[in-house]
């Protein structure tokens, strides 16, 4: 392993151009990768919080009373996705509209005509349109209950935008990807023409085509590694210069950093067997 | 031990050979005789197995060409030792490397490699100069460094493909003395050249070869 490895790290070092190049192409692509993952990630955390702030109203019949109030809430209890469910009876409603008009429901009428109702919210799993519609469903199905108010149209378009960003990321990223492993096999084609001789005197003494490919394969990963790295040293750098200046506005998972690496690793890898299976035969 | 039943083979230039029948026992030595371009290297790359009969078969060293798998290859070539008349050696690399890196690309063990790669150069009389750069040879020691490179490996047979083309008289002579002492030891080897004057006067066997088919 040794001897593939120096031999490697020779081969490298006399495609000094070529090799540094492909590391700057490769440190670019993960960098665009990793903006995209960085948005994924953030844009996951704002729609989160305003997942986490949606609530689902459930209002009662005048004509209910409170034994049926409570058959409502055992029946609400019985749905999967509910959590927090909260009472808010006519005089806390009442309360509620003072807060937010300022101004007391019974100096406009003389009565109060706000409905009790039961505010809830959805359990994590349970936040996209088509379950949110089955819960609603449900709701609608208790007796009592006079009208279901959820901000569905939002849940809708938030779901409608991620996954346009999900398919543009992964658009980009694959195109990126390619030209990566492109270069990475580009590369290690100019490495294996300049080694042509000693690749030739190889085959004619017998060493194995594996022999022979091994140093080409640490070539391409420790291009990819090199790659990955500098990428990984630019967005910490960058991320902290950020959070001095805008404390808490991005977060990184470290698992993004391994992701990084662990693409560096595969692009250095595959470009190395795509160049080997055109140019290393027997 | 090499046999070849009735090969056939031909480039797209028309260049190759054609119903060739031979074969080689152990320990013998033969010339095969033939201007440029009649099939001499043609036949060589057949028995190491770098091209592939179009028709006809060979075996060598109990490989059937019919049978044959390209992950074999490595493994024929082991057994057999080629020289050509442009020596390539790795120029980067000091006689002794040229001879330890066949070893080391054939995983022979670590502390075999030394000991094996000196008693080659003993044999072809270079000992002294291991430690010389190719360029710094003269172009007969430079061949005689690529005949213990073909031998370190122990083969059956060595395939010299011109290999005095590039040698005054005096450095050829010597050439052909080491194959011949190294034939006597039980070495089987085909060489291939062009000169007629290179074999007048041996008793050794000689197939002649024309337009890719040998004549007797």
């Not at chain 2, 005689?144 to 005054?168: C, F, H, K, M, S």
């Amino acid at each position: 392993m040794l001897y593939h490895i120096s031999q490697g790290i020779k081969g490298l070092l006399k495609a000094k151009f070529s090799t540094v190049f492909a590391i700057i192409i490769i440190t670019l692509s993960l960098l665009v990768i990793a903006l995209f993952l960085l948005f994924i990630v953030n844009t996951q955390r704002l729609v989160e919080s305003i997942h986490e702030r949606m609530e689902l109203e459930v209002f009662i019949d005048n004509s209910v009373d409170s034994l049926a109030v409570n058959n409502i809430r055992m029946e609400i209890d019985r749905i999967a996705g509910l959590k927090e469910v909260r009472y808010i009876s006519k005089e806390e409603a009442a309360e509620y509209f003072v807060s937010q008009f300022d101004e007391n429901i019974f100096d406009i009428l003389d009565h109060n005509p706000l409905p009790a109702s039961f505010r809830m919210k959805l359990e994590k799993d349970f936040r996209t349109s088509d379950k949110s519609n089955l819960i609603i469903n449900q709701l609608k199905q208790i007796n009592g209950i006079d009208d279901v108010i959820f901000r569905q149209d939002l849940l809708i378009i938030l779901e409608k935008y991620m996954r346009i960003a999900f398919v543009f990321v992964l658009i980009v990223g694959g195109i990126l990807a390619f030209g990566s492993i492109y270069l990475v096999s580009n590369t290690i084609k100019l490495i294996i023409f300049s080694r042509s001789e000693i690749i030739n005197i190889m085959k004619l003494v017998g060493a194995t085509k594996n022999f022979i490919r091994k140093p080409f394969i640490v070539e391409g990963i420790i291009q990819g590694l090199l790659g990955a790295a500098l990428a990984i040293l630019i967005l910490i750098v960058a991320l902290k210069i950020i959070s001095i200046e805008i404390p808490n506005l991005l977060v990184m998972h470290t698992e993004i950093y391994w992701n990084i690496l662990a693409l560096g690793i595969i692009f250095g890898f595959l470009g190395s067997i795509f160049a080997m299976n055109k140019f290393i035969k027997y | 031990m090499i046999n070849l039943y009735n090969v056939s083979f031909s480039y797209p230039t028309g260049e190759g050979v054609k119903g060739v029948n031979l074969q080689i026992t152990p320990g013998e030595f033969v010339y095969l005789i033939g201007p440029s371009g009649a099939g001499k290297s043609t036949l060589l790359k057949l028995i190491y197995m770098d091209v592939f009969p179009q028709s006809g078969h060979i075996v060598v060293n109990g490989y059937n060409s019919l049978k044959f798998k390209k992950r074999y290859i490595p493994y024929l070539r082991r057994k057999i030792g080629i020289i050509f008349q442009d020596f390539k050696l790795l120029n980067d690399r000091s006689v002794f490397e040229n001879i330890t890196f066949v070893l080391q690309v054939t995983g022979t063990k670590r502390g075999d490699i030394k000991k094996r790669a000196l008693k080659v150069l003993a044999e072809v009389g270079l000992s002294h100069k291991r430690n010389k750069m190719p360029q710094q040879l003269s172009g007969g020691e430079q061949q005689r460094v690529a005949i213990a490179r073909a031998l370190v490996n122990e083969p059956i047979i060595l395939l010299a493909d011109e290999p005095t083309g590039n040698l005054d008289p005096v450095a050829a002579n010597d050439i052909l003395n080491i194959l011949d002492k190294i034939n006597v030891k039980g070495t089987a080897i085909l060489m291939a050249t062009h000169s007629d004057k290179l074999v007048q006067g041996t008793r050794k066997r000689i197939v002649n070869i024309m337009n890719g088919k040998l004549i007797s």
